[in-house]
């Protein structure tokens, strides 16, 4: 039986960590660590960071990460060679960010599993594995109904001058940014998933405007649209959702899937609670 093992749970922005040493937990933050951005030396000498010079990881017997961007075996290979490199006796389970969702919600039931935090996907588990996998064209074709989606209406809003004259200097107030240095840090920084995304919490700070109420819904109904609404699974199983954003937005969630007419189960925010739960039961 394992005792000394490690559960990440990463997205785009920031990786979760939990490590469980004899039913003990401790909790580690990173920033997100997807292959896509981060080369296999930057991750190990992140991991190294975080880890190596903090933690006996010779005593880690066991490493389950869950994180986005692992559908490309390519960045399988990656991660695995970064974690091998720092966690050298553990055994090593990679996932993608959707298992980690369907696992944490449905343990080993069967459902529909939606993932709306800075990126959005969706599938369907069948109480083992995912078996139908709604195409996920990123953030600069996709993610519908994600923080990079919706953080992306907020700066065209903004820049088209769109917003009425409250949320114009609302934004200029929190942001202070000129279009230069919107556009700069979306076009030439490294991670222009994680910025569009940096401008979503502007719509949770400004509920009740019928622009910002209309920005979120249309975003939401964008994600159902495409996805829940074209997988058939959807009319026979509940459909649950994890991440800030079906989290922060629960109530536009409800009223869309009641529209919808579909079976609405659970809405979480991270999935790492219902992550410690499955591998104790395993």
């Known amino acids: 039986m394992i005792k000394n093992y490690l559960i990440a749970d990463s997205g785009a922005t920031k990786c979760h960590w939990t ?69 050298k006796n553990a055994k090593l389970s990679v996932e993608t960010d959707l298992v ?16 709306l935090g800075t990126g959005s996907n969706t599938g369907f588990y069948n109480g083992n594995k995912i078996t139908k996998n709604s195409p996920g064209l990123g953030y600069v074709l996709g993610d519908e109904g994600s923080g990079a989606y919706l953080g992306k209406k907020v700066i065209q809003y903004f820049l088209y001058k769109t917003f009425d004259e409250e949320l114009m200097a609302a934004f200029e107030k929190k942001f202070n940014l000129t279009k230069d240095a919107i556009l700069n840090s979306i076009y030439k920084d490294p991670f222009p998933n994680r910025t569009l995304a940096s401008f979503a919490p502007f719509l949770a700070e400004h509920r009740g405007h019928y622009m910002i109420e209309n920005i979120i819904e249309d975003g939401l109904n964008d994600f159902f649209f495409a996805h829940i609404n074209k997988m058939n699974e959807s009319w026979i199983h509940p459909i649950h959702f994890v991440g800030g954003i079906a989290y922060a937005f629960k109530d536009i969630v409800k009223q869309l899937a009641l529209s919808y007419e579909i079976e609405l189960g659970k809405i979480i925010k991270s999935p790492m609670e219902g992550l410690i739960a499955y591998h104790k039961k395993q």
């Open 19 to 87: 490590l469980v040493q004899n039913n003990q937990k401790t909790t580690v933050n990173t920033i997100g660590i997807s292959p896509y951005f981060l080369s296999t030396l930057a991750m190990i000498e992140l991991l190294e960071k975080s880890f190596a010079k903090k933690t006996n990881v010779s005593k880690i017997e066991a490493v389950f990460f869950y994180g986005t961007g692992l559908s490309n075996p390519d960045n399988v290979l990656s991660l695995k060679k970064a974690l091998k490199a720092v966690f």
């Open 100 to 115: 980690a969702a369907a696992r944490a919600s449905c343990q080993k039931e069967k459902g529909v599993v939606c993932i």
